[in-house]
């Protein structure tokens, strides 16, 4: 977590080199372990096949081997002068001897046979008395001593079978390791009728074989187990007897699986209740590949560290256009907002960029100076409306004066006429108000336009239509009187009579509300109409409260959208619309 907050704090150019870096090195690591595994699978399956085959071909001959013990016990447990030996109730005397010595010579004859035969034992079953032939004496063989012992300690050679096999040094002083058969006789005559035991020591390659190390393979380790797991040949014969730790795991014909850093591959031999193991170390099969992988992974490292090296002078070459973007803006941010991106030698897509920046910063210039404009219109208006209300101070309290100075010489003409005088400068002063009730701009047009018909013997008819719901609606002041001053002088004085009328009018329309000025003058073409509307946001310094003005003031105190628009009339004159929000305060009217 700590990483990530520090990361936010990183520029794009080291956010990009960690995160390529970390992806090629995590793409390393994945190709290194993916490396080692499929090599560590498929050594560890090549070792498993192979120990596989060789079991395969031992366990062959082994069971050949044991197969040939079988067949030349049951050949001489059916032999007619075994058969009678064992049948004879004869325990002593010439009879026994003369039997005896026919089975003697018998066993004599396999022992020349049979060069492995160590011995060979015709026992009969009732008396326990035997027949004993053997290379070394019935003493040295320890026969007497060991036969009860070995036969209860062996196990039967297949499953259900009477026919048991040995392995192991019981017999003999000198403490060869050998296979004992034993091979229960029954009379060919009759049906389970048990006579006695045959019992063969042989000493076989079977044996020696099993006492040599492995399969010739690495460090491998070849012995014999039981079915109950224990041990019963192997080349260190102190483990002979040992229980191995995983005899549940040998299961069916053959198999292979891995126990504590060991490869374990058994088969059975052929149906006997013995299975062969191959015990192989796992770092025997890894060792002669670990030279390879530590190559792999130096040559990997390398590759991954010049990787990087290129890879960080190949950012550094991309993001050289976004620094010179990024050094642009920080410029920009301390105020020098004339800097602009050099854009030499840049590519198509980081010119763009620039290019978008350069442009950004020419329109930010342009809308600036736009702004300091009309900062300054709007000053000059403020100044010109300011002006405008000195002027009117000292015109309204000389006004007054004359207008009660004709009250008493009873000069009733000078008196409206100054009456309506002062009544147009109060409005004009309105205590330095901008926004006025719609209520007073009326008062100040009536004024306007009683010393107008005074001046132009009464050429002017104004006809209010607006209803009074509308008075408190806030309007700028001396909105009114330039637009009815431009209708008198450019209109109704020009007219063919030199009379006219203005009609005032006024609608709601959501939150906005449009005041309608008509006129009955003489009228505009719909170019001058054009023309007229294409001039109104054209500031003029010099034009006072002109028309343009009052479209100007308008626009600086709502918006772009309110303001004047000039459209010819069904008098034949000309109607200007006054486009302004809808005040709050009139809301009070109950104006809908």
């Not at 595994?37 to 399956?45: D, E, G, H, L």
């Not at 079977?206 to 380790?221: A, P, R, T, Y």
């Not at 490292?301 to 050094?327: C, D, H, Q, W």
Request: aromatic share 10%; net charge negative; proline share 2%.
């Amino acid at each position: 977590m700590k990483l990530w907050g520090q990361m936010n704090s990183w520029n794009l150019k080291k956010k990009i080199t960690f995160f390529l870096t970390l992806i090629m090195l995590m793409t390393s690591v994945i190709i290194m372990v993916l490396s080692t595994v499929s090599a560590a699978y498929y050594m560890t399956r090549q070792a498993r096949d192979l120990a596989k085959a060789q079991l395969g071909t031992i366990v062959s001959s082994y069971d050949d081997t044991l197969k040939q013990y079988g067949d030349l016990a049951i050949a001489m447990v059916i032999e007619d002068n075994v058969q009678k030996y064992c049948k004879s109730p004869c325990e002593s005397g010439r009879e026994y001897e003369i039997e005896s010595g026919i089975v003697y010579n018998y066993l004599n004859n396999m022992l020349n046979v049979r060069s492995n035969l160590n011995f060979a034992v015709v026992e009969k079953e009732q008396s326990h008395r035997y027949v004993y032939k053997g290379n070394t004496s019935v003493v040295d063989a320890k026969f007497d001593m060991m036969y009860q012992k070995d036969y209860k300690e062996s196990l039967p050679a297949k499953k259900g079978s009477s026919v048991k096999f040995s392995f192991g040094s019981n017999y003999f002083r000198d403490g060869r390791y050998t296979l004992t058969l034993y091979h229960p006789i029954y009379s060919t005559e009759t049906i389970n009728e048990r006579l006695g035991m045959l019992v063969l020591n042989l000493g076989d390659s079977l044996v020696e074989q099993l006492h040599e190390d492995g399969l010739g393979q690495m460090d491998s380790e070849l012995f014999l187990v039981d079915c109950k797991g224990e041990i019963v040949s192997i080349s260190n014969q102190e483990r002979i007897g040992e229980q191995v730790s995983y005899a549940e795991k040998i299961q069916d014909g053959s198999g292979s699986f891995q126990e504590q850093g060991i490869l374990i591959n058994y088969q059975k031999v052929g149906k006997w209740n013995y299975y062969l193991i191959n015990e192989i170390p796992i770092f025997e099969i890894y060792k002669d590949s670990v030279k390879a992988m530590v190559l792999l992974l130096a040559v990997s490292l390398g590759m991954t560290a010049v990787s990087i090296i290129f890879l960080r002078k190949m950012i550094n070459s991309f993001y050289e256009p976004m620094n010179r973007v990024v050094i642009t803006m920080e410029g920009v941010s301390e105020g020098k907002l004339d800097e602009r991106i050099d854009m030499t030698s840049m590519d198509a897509d980081s010119r763009k960029l620039a290019e978008g920046f350069n442009s950004m910063m020419d329109r930010i210039d342009m809308l600036m100076e736009q702004v300091k404009l009309e900062q300054h219109q709007l000053e000059q208006i403020s100044f010109n409306a300011l002006y405008a209300q000195i002027k009117p101070h000292f015109l309204y309290n000389t006004l007054e004066c004359i207008h009660w100075q004709a009250v008493a010489d009873g000069n009733k003409e000078i008196s409206v006429m100054v009456k309506a005088m002062a009544q147009y400068y109060r409005v004009c002063l309105s205590r330095g108000k901008e926004l006025i009730a719609l209520e007073q701009e009326l008062e100040h047009i009536r004024s306007y336009l009683v010393i107008q018909n005074m001046r132009y013997d009464n050429i002017i008819d104004l006809e209010d239509g607006i209803p009074e719901g509308f008075y408190s609606v806030k309007i700028p002041k001396m909105t009114l009187q330039p637009l009815v001053e431009n209708a008198i002088y450019h209109g109704i004085r020009i007219k063919e009579g030199g009379k006219g009328k203005i009609i005032l009018k006024i609608q709601r329309k959501g939150e906005d509300v449009y005041l309608y000025l008509q006129d009955s003058g003489s009228g505009m073409t719909q170019r001058e109409i054009d023309e007229m509307n294409q001039s109104l946001s054209q500031y003029d310094e010099t034009f006072g409260y002109g028309v343009r003005n009052v479209n100007k003031r308008i626009e600086l105190m709502f918006g772009k959208g309110y303001g004047l628009c000039y459209f010819r009339n069904e008098h034949g004159g000309v109607t200007v619309e006054i486009h302004l929000p809808f005040d709050v305060a009139a809301e009070d009217k109950g104006v809908m």
